[in-house]
């Protein structure tokens, strides 16, 4: 009954502006976890070190903790209490660890223990809960150190950020976190690292400035101009 699509003729109104994230400041992220209490400062932790989605932090075994290859397997996440398959077939993948990780997983693994046990759990070896975490320690650190806009997602973002800065290939970033889409991984979950800025800001200026001694006094050629 309809020759043609209409949905790409739809016009769609303008988006107004979002909130912006909080910057990614490697000094304030070690604040921030050095305050926070346990369980939230190693879940915190770790998931700034790997990009796991909470859920997926949450929903993680010890069967899936390889310390001796020091990598992390995603094959679950949890929502509500209730642990399923990932979202997506790229989400699951293998995370790489590095040697703070792999010691704070050790510290924690039991002398005696299930593979299929929860790394992180209640004591009835359940999953806990993210909203309990975020409102009973997150939240409150969060304001007690003048932090704002800091969510469990946000230390994903951050790992993507940090990731980037070092210079790790957008590829590597986007397995990394399990995205299907490089497109999502840049436009979405990287964000500029203020120190890059300025360093980015020192290398223009060393590779087109002139020297610092042949720069002319500006203010004094304004005041000329002006008179």
């Known amino acids: 009954m309809i020759d043609s699509n209409p949905v790409p003729k739809t016009k769609l109104p303008r988006r107004g502006l979002q909130a912006e994230k909080p910057e990614v400041r490697p000094e304030k992220i070690r604040e921030l976890?050095?305050?926070?209490?346990?369980?939230?400062?190693?879940?915190?932790?770790l998931l700034a070190?790997?990009?796991?989605?909470?859920?997926?932090?949450?929903?993680?075994?010890?069967?899936?903790?390889?310390?001796?290859?020091?990598?992390?397997?995603?094959?679950?996440?949890?929502?509500?209490?209730?642990?399923?398959?990932?979202?997506?077939q790229s989400s699951r993948r293998t995370v790489p660890l590095a040697?703070?990780?792999?010691?704070?997983?050790?510290?924690?693994?039991?002398?005696?223990?299930?593979?299929?046990?929860?790394?992180?759990?209640?004591r009835l070896n359940t999953p806990l809960s993210r909203r309990n975490l975020l409102n009973r320690q997150l939240k409150p650190t969060c304001e007690k150190l003048g932090l704002k806009g800091i969510s469990w997602h946000w230390f994903r973002h951050?790992?993507?950020?940090?990731?980037?800065?070092a210079g790790t290939p957008l590829g590597t970033i986007q397995a990394t976190l399990g995205h299907s889409s490089s497109d999502i991984t840049r436009e979405v979950y990287i964000h500029a690292?203020?120190?890059?800025?300025?360093?980015s800001a020192v290398s223009v200026e060393g590779q087109i400035g002139p020297k610092w001694t042949q720069?002319?006094?500006?203010?004094?050629?304004?005041?000329?101009?002006?008179?």
């Open 33 to 45: 976890l050095d305050a926070l209490p346990e369980p939230a400062r190693s879940i915190a932790t």
């Open 49 to 88: 070190f790997t990009g796991l989605r909470i859920g997926e932090m949450l929903a993680l075994r010890w069967k899936d903790v390889d310390l001796d290859g020091a990598s992390l397997q995603v094959r679950q996440a949890v929502y509500e209490g209730i642990i399923d398959e990932p979202k997506s």
């Open 99 to 122: 040697d703070i990780g792999v010691a704070m997983l050790r510290s924690r693994k039991p002398s005696k223990f299930e593979p299929e046990a929860l790394v992180f759990s209640t």
């Open 158 to 165: 951050a790992n993507a950020s940090l990731r980037s800065s």
């Open 193 to 199: 690292v203020p120190e890059d800025a300025r360093k």
């Open 215 to 227: 720069v002319p006094d500006f203010g004094k050629l304004a005041t000329d101009v002006i008179q």
